[in-house]
């Protein structure tokens, strides 16, 4: 490693002739480390996925007693916990909102450990029977490979951001075998732009990725499902029926994890380690006696797509994994909500088709094409990503037919879901550990004059933060446009606001005064 202004850099950046053919070439460094980067994650996510399966398969063996399902659980999660306070401890939760930070408030910065602890952490999540998912926690070491290899080859800082979705494009082309979502789900959740000027890389990064995995795994869909058929136009209503239903599991199952969420982080710093287990023990218990509940579940999402199961098995499963995910995610283990948001979909769809079908046999298709349908709905309300939840079902099916009854039941689930639940998801997990990520109000604003060029050094701006004020406080961010604090100094009548960190918003960097605004649009204050 090579020191340079008081700053560790990579050794290979160091070298004169590497960073002089850098500064040259670096937009065709960047088009090859793109295909390198959805090669080297298809490899990872692919050994994710080998792990978890067959680390699961020794701990649940087939025949094993009952008592197993208590026990494995709350000591995978008393493991976990630990492991996740002494050693890595940006390695929980999903992994999606650490991505959007490392991408707007970190610039690009994932570490090596958190790559590390991401990756066997939520592979014995997983393989414990703890019901979440592996895509979320696929996105950020995707996307924390990308960040490293950026890195150390000394690209500049908007480079290494630019590969953040890239990454992340990647994992979720393998993690799911769909190619096409992923480069959406990169854009319209990571980015939160379709229009990014990344999307040549992105595709390019998930077909490789995806190449690798078929290389590796064979051709094999994450679901087997049957062909899809609409009966009789009529069924169009009960599809927004099913939004309607969709949004308001999505909106119950996102308030239920985001307050206890609240409490958990709420509780004293000492019983961080601990609190893993309050989730794995609440699985183990309701696993002794329901064990469909271990696990993401996907073995029931297959079987309810193929009409193996009964309708109450569905209702009870909807019900307790709701919980039970709700509890392991807010207590802290290491796993996603991408995975269950599908389970829940597909449960309430199934139960929504029976009861279609029970009642118009003749009229409503049989209750698989519901379930199926149901996955996306739960997804768009729960994740807000309507655009992929539409896409990944059409390569899940391979199939137009499917392609209307969704986009109806995702619109209405996503409007319900939006008018419950205002704030996205991943969004107010983000702002719960002080991270403001920017909406997209705000990365409009990103083009005007931001708050930077005027600020200046925080000599004295502790003494402009009420005490005891927490988050709430009037400031801004660096980012933010020079707009956005002219109208918060004219609605809380002040001349000088606080700057502070979108990553920890109780760290100053600076302020930002009426005058200097004013300065810079060329005026002076009276």
């Known amino acids: 490693m090579a020191v340079t202004?008081?700053?560790?850099?990579?050794?290979?950046?160091?070298?004169?002739?590497?960073?002089?053919?850098?500064?040259?070439?670096?937009?065709?460094?960047?088009?090859?480390l793109t295909l390198l980067i959805g090669?080297?994650?298809?490899?990872?996510?692919?050994?994710?996925?080998?792990?978890?399966?067959?680390?699961?398969?020794?701990?649940?063996?087939?025949?094993?007693?009952?008592?197993?399902?208590?026990?494995?659980?709350?000591?995978?999660?008393?493991?976990?916990?630990?492991?996740?306070?002494?050693?890595?401890?940006?390695?929980?939760?999903?992994?999606?909102?650490?991505?959007?930070?490392?991408?707007?408030?970190?610039?690009?910065?994932?570490?090596?450990?958190?790559?590390?602890?991401?990756?066997?952490?939520t592979s014995a999540t997983l393989a414990s029977g703890i019901p979440l998912g592996r895509e979320g926690p696929a996105v950020q070491v995707g996307a924390g490979i990308a960040s490293l290899l950026g890195r150390q080859l000394g690209l500049s800082t908007e480079k290494v951001k630019a590969l953040i979705p890239v990454g992340a494009a990647a994992a979720i082309a393998a993690a799911f075998n769909t190619p096409l979502a992923a480069v959406l789900f990169a854009l319209e959740e990571v980015v939160g732009d379709l229009h990014a000027p990344v999307l040549g890389s992105v595709v390019l990064a998930s077909a490789t990725s995806w190449a690798v995995l078929r290389l590796l795994l064979g051709n094999h869909p994450l679901f087997v499902v049957p062909q899809y058929q609409l009966v009789n136009p009529a069924e169009f209503a009960l599809y927004a029926v099913l939004g309607v239903a969709g949004g308001l599991v999505s909106a119950a199952f996102s308030g239920l994890l985001l307050k206890l969420r609240e409490r958990f982080l709420a509780a004293p710093r000492k019983t961080l380690p601990f609190q893993p287990v309050v989730g794995g023990l609440l699985v183990g218990l309701v696993g002794w006696f329901v064990p469909g509940t271990l696990g993401v579940g996907y073995a029931h999402v297959g079987?309810?797509?193929?009409?193996?199961?009964?309708?109450?098995?569905?209702?009870?499963?909807?019900?307790?994994?709701?919980?039970?995910?709700?509890?392991?995610?807010?207590?802290?283990?290491?796993?996603?909500?991408?995975?269950?948001?599908?389970?829940?979909?597909?449960?309430?769809?199934?139960?929504?088709?029976?009861?279609?079908?029970?009642?118009?046999?003749?009229?409503?298709?049989?209750?698989?094409?519901?379930a199926l349908v149901g996955m996306g709905t739960a997804f768009a309300g729960i994740v807000r990503a309507p655009m992929t939840s539409v896409m990944m079902i059409f390569e899940i099916t391979r199939d137009y037919a499917v392609i209307v009854p969704l986009?109806?039941?995702?619109?209405?689930?996503?409007?319900?879901?939006?008018?419950?639940?205002?704030?996205?998801?991943?969004?107010?997990?983000?702002?719960?550990?002080?991270?403001h990520l920017p909406s997209k109000a705000t990365r409009q604003d990103l083009a005007n004059l931001p708050v930077s060029v005027?600020?200046?050094?925080?000599?004295?701006?502790?003494?402009?933060?009420?005490?005891?004020?927490?988050?709430?406080?009037?400031?801004?961010?660096?980012?933010?446009?020079?707009?956005?604090?002219?109208?918060?100094?004219g609605t809380n009548g002040l001349k000088v606001l606080p700057v502070v960190s979108r990553s920890d918003v109780t760290r100053v960097e600076g302020v930002v005064t009426l005058d200097d605004i004013l300065r810079v649009y060329g005026f002076h204050e009276e």
């Open 5 to 32: 202004s008081g700053k560790t850099e990579p050794a290979i950046a160091g070298h004169s002739g590497f960073r002089k053919f850098l500064t040259v070439r670096e937009d065709q460094v960047f088009l090859v």
């Open 39 to 121: 090669a080297v994650v298809g490899m990872v996510v692919v050994a994710f996925i080998v792990l978890t399966e067959n680390f699961g398969s020794r701990l649940y063996p087939a025949g094993s007693p009952a008592w197993h399902r208590v026990l494995i659980p709350v000591l995978g999660s008393l493991l976990i916990g630990y492991l996740l306070f002494r050693f890595f401890p940006n390695a929980r939760g999903s992994g999606v909102p650490q991505t959007k930070a490392a991408l707007y408030a970190r610039e690009g910065r994932i570490s090596l450990r958190t790559v590390f602890g991401k990756f066997f952490c």
């Open 303 to 370: 079987s309810a797509l193929n009409e193996n199961m009964a309708w109450r098995l569905m209702a009870l499963l909807l019900v307790l994994k709701l919980v039970t995910v709700a509890v392991s995610y807010a207590s802290g283990n290491a796993g996603g909500i991408f995975g269950p948001s599908l389970f829940l979909g597909a449960m309430l769809g199934g139960v929504v088709g029976t009861a279609g079908h029970h009642f118009f046999p003749n009229h409503v298709a049989t209750s698989g094409a519901y």
């Open 407 to 435: 986009m109806i039941s995702n619109l209405v689930s996503f409007y319900i879901s939006y008018t419950l639940q205002r704030t996205p998801i991943y969004e107010a997990l983000a702002h719960q550990l002080g991270i």
């Open 454 to 489: 005027a600020m200046r050094p925080p000599q004295g701006a502790e003494s402009i933060i009420p005490p005891h004020s927490g988050d709430q406080f009037p400031h801004v961010h660096a980012d933010h446009g020079l707009h956005v604090a002219l109208h918060r100094m």
